[in-house]
């Protein structure tokens, strides 16, 4: 399906009528013609512990700040503001474990663990400004534990809990973290992660973690070092903690600009960049977009069904839902465990309203048949949502008739980790257009460009690109600032350089077509070509990898790789699956690529560099394109 094909689908009267945003061209015009005013009328929503004096500062471009002089602090906002209200009593959240396990915390309760947690990382000499690393498994002790830190003003780094020793270890290393949190083990699929394990070996490497807090989950046995690690249940039940949580352990007053959090993503060096995410900003953009995207109610149930240790799991399961006072739903295990009605059964069992997910999980369960969705009733749902990838238009049809029975409109959003909160995306009132991500959220300006940086004509290919700050924007790349610039202000001066292609059509509509750079999107998640072909040098039977990534139906893109071996070694079916386990051994089983080939030489230019879209092109059977820098 392309832009050529008028297939429009409006929002059902039954959305309109009700939804927040009632003209959403009304608010794109104000927010276009008063930026400031925008975000302002935005902010004072939130509480301010004393207000900013400027909204925007862009004296010192590209370090744009927001609400400078406002001080704040997010949990202030998820939480404090809540308890003194009937909130109080409200489910924050629901959580289900991938064993049938059930666990509820209303605001009051969820306050009472954060304040618990935040007393012991205190009593543990963690202050403001301090970097904690959090790797766990998908429990509500996760959300806590990030909540826990930014009350206290330290600044959490979550590593997914799908990646491998030598991932964990780097991010330590570069945050230059002293505590750590994490689980004995997480359940993925009836399985065990081995988590504590993977964090022991990391450990070995990266010494700067003086104290290890582990939380209990799976119960398996564990390796506990005496002096450096600690249970959780121990250490809040400690008087101390418990003392604190009673009389309120304070939240700490924030500078609007002061870091919140950082999160690591791939880029296009071997060398993961920890992008870093505000307290003021950060807040004002996540709360607004999920209230106005999603529509969301005082009476709903959210489900953003990703990992808390994704860009879309800070902004949209952990701050954005609380900032809101709403009830968010977390469920910890594989959507297909034990079968694949798992999700359906907890829409209907939870009454979930909305939603939000990603193409690949629709793919991957749309496979299963419609026989599994059929048997459940998903009459609570109002909106869906899709992240992470360009869905293709026929899953988003199956999405929409399947799941949505028609009635539900699909809010597809395209953001990045980078700018925290959703850009291109649809509201509830907007018609819709499957596989578009439709316009921009007011206030943020796209555009499309050509090589020389000139906007391109209507229906053609160019880099998307960001022309105005916006307040959830990252502020910098943690320890470097010059990668920051270099990464995605140089491109186009003056202009945000997001990393992908995309095409405007006719109506202003944006269809994003993927990565230019060297990253590539794996069932969603976000890899660097030169990450996993570090990885695969790292084995010694290897003198030199190139990855790309091939389509393939359920993940969107499969990685496939070409490896030159050395001297000595020799190519086989056995030695093409030792490398495949190697690569996911490395970096996580996210990264486990789909096909190894050897090759005795890889094209290149004559500078050196990997001419991967030559390898792409061969192996699609397509036409390679212009040659003339290629030196084979
Ligand atoms: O290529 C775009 C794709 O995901 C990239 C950002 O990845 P990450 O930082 O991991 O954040 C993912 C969750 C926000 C983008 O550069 N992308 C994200 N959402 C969409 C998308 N591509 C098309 N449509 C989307 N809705």
């Known amino acids: ?56 500062d862009n004296a010192n471009q590209p370090f744009f ?32 474990g991938e064993n049938g396990d059930l666990r509820t915390f209303s605001y009051h309760a969820l306050n009472r663990e954060v304040c618990k947690f935040a007393s012991v990382l205190r009593s ?50 570069d945050s230059q973290s002293n505590v750590l949190i994490t689980c004995d083990g997480s359940f993925m699929n009836g399985k065990v992660v081995e988590l504590k394990k993977i964090v022991d070996e990391a450990l070995r490497r990266a010494p700067t973690i003086e ?93 953003c069904a990703a990992d808390p240790g994704w860009i879309t799991g800070h902004s949209y399961i952990v701050y954005g839902p609380l900032l809101l006072g709403a009830t968010s739903f977390i469920y910890e295990g594989a959507p297909t465990y034990p079968y694949p009605n798992r999700w359906w059964s907890m829409v209907e069992k939870y009454g979930i309203n909305i939603l939000y997910t990603a193409p ?57 980790t980078e700018t925290g909160m959703f850009m291109i995306t649809p509201m509830p009132v907007v018609d819709l257009k499957p596989g578009s991500a439709t316009r921009p959220f007011p206030g943020v300006e796209a555009d499309v460009y050509s090589e020389e940086g000139k906007p391109v004509a209507v229906g053609e290919e160019g880099y998307l690109v960001l022309k105005r700050p916006w307040p959830a924007m990252l502020r910098t790349i943690y320890k470097d600032p010059e990668r920051y610039v270099k990464q995605y202000w140089s491109k186009f001066p003056g202009v945000y350089f997001t990393g992908d292609s995309a095409r405007k059509d006719k109506d202003g509509y944006f269809w994003i077509i993927g990565r230019v750079d060297d990253v590539l999107k794996v069932s969603g998640y976000r890899l660097g070509t030169a990450e996993i072909e570090s990885a695969f ?61 050897f090759l005795t030489q890889l094209p290149k230019t004559r500078s050196g560099k990997i001419m991967r879209r030559v390898l792409k092109a061969r192996a699609q059977g397509i036409a390679e394109g212009d040659l003339s820098t290629l030196e084979e």
């Not at 990030?146 to 290393?173: D, N, P, T």
């Not at 999405?399 to 699909?410: L, N, S």
């Open 211 to 303: 104290h290890v807090i582990v939380y209990k989950r799976t119960g398996q046995n564990v390796a506990m070092e005496a002096g450096r690690d600690y249970w959780y249940h121990d250490l809040v039940a400690l008087p101390l903690a418990r003392s604190l949580s009673n009389s309120g352990c304070e939240t700490e007053i924030m500078d609007a600009e002061d870091p919140l959090f950082m999160l690591y993503t791939s880029g296009t060096t071997g060398k993961p960049k920890a992008i870093l995410h505000t307290h003021g900003g950060y807040m004002v953009g996540i709360g607004t977009t999920l209230q106005t995207v999603f529509d969301i109610k005082e009476e709903d149930r959210w489900w």
């Open 360 to 416: 690949t999980a629709i793919r991957g369960l749309m496979r299963f048949g419609e026989a599994w969705p059929n048997r459940h009733d998903l009459s609570s749902l109002r909106l869906l949502g899709s992240v992470g990838e360009p869905i293709n238009p026929e899953a988003w049809r199956w999405y929409y008739r399947v799941i949505g029975k028609e009635r539900c409109p699909i809010m597809d959003t395209w953001w990045q």
């Open 1 to 56: 399906m392309s832009e050529m094909t008028p297939e429009i689908y409006q929002p059902s009267p039954a959305v309109t009528a009700n939804a927040i945003v009632k003209d959403y061209e009304e608010m794109s015009r104000f927010a276009g013609e008063n930026l400031e005013q925008f975000w302002a009328s935005q902010a004072e929503k939130f509480f301010w512990f004393s207000k900013w004096q400027k909204v925007l």
């Open 537 to 597: 040098v790292s084995h010694p039977d290897v003198a030199e990898a190139a990855a790309i990534g091939l389509p393939h139906e359920i993940k969107g893109n499969a990685i496939h790789a070409y490896v030159i071996l050395k001297a000595g070694a020799t190519p086989s079916e056995a030695l093409a699956e030792e490398l495949k386990a190697h690569v996911a051994n490395n970096l996580g089983p996210i990264a486990k690529p789909e096909k190894v080939t």
């Open 65 to 96: 700040k927001w609400f400078v002089g406002g001080q704040t602090n997010i949990v202030a906002n998820c939480l404090d503001r809540h308890l003194a209200t009937w909130r109080r009593n409200k489910l924050a959240l629901i959580w289900e």
């Open 124 to 173: 543990m000499g963690v202050k403001k400004g301090d970097r904690v690393t959090i790797y766990m498994g998908r429990v509500p002790e996760l959300p806590i534990a990030m909540l826990a830190c930014a009350k206290i003003g330290a600044v959490h780094s979550v590593v997914y809990g799908g990646f491998s020793i030598e991932a964990l270890q780097g991010r330590i290393e």
